[in-house]
């Protein structure tokens, strides 16, 4: 019987890439939040409110090749919980890339 490859996989370390990313980002985004809860004569500091958005569509599609890396290296068999998130990133990817498309395309 050959030995199981799986187990050699980096998984804690390319999750913990993914957990930082996704840190980095909401401490941007929380920063953001609170900047604009002070009040409106903070809007003209808010000029990155566009890069911000640009920033969340980042992380969703190196969420994704996160997710298309685990799958396509036999690190991990594909399961409901891969499709599920693979579909829930995409979905986020899609809704942000609509906004972005309408807030600042048009």
């Not at 929380?30 to 009040?39: A, C, D, K, R």
């Not at 000029?47 to 690190?75: E, H, N, P, R, S």
């Not at 409901?80 to 990817?93: H, S």
């Amino acid at each position: 019987m050959l030995p199981d490859h799986r187990s050699t996989c980096p998984l804690g370390f390319y999750f913990s890439i993914i957990l930082g990313v996704n840190i980095i980002v909401h401490t941007v985004l929380y920063t953001y939040y609170g900047l604009s809860s002070i009040g409106p004569h903070m809007e003209k500091y808010l000029w990155w409110k566009k890069y911000l958005t640009a920033l969340q569509i980042g992380q969703f599609v190196f969420d994704l090749a996160y997710v298309a890396v685990d799958l396509l290296t036999g690190c991990k068999e594909i399961g409901i919980n891969q499709i599920l998130m693979f579909a829930f990133i995409t979905y986020l990817l899609i809704l942000f890339l609509n906004l972005y498309k309408k807030k600042y395309c048009e």
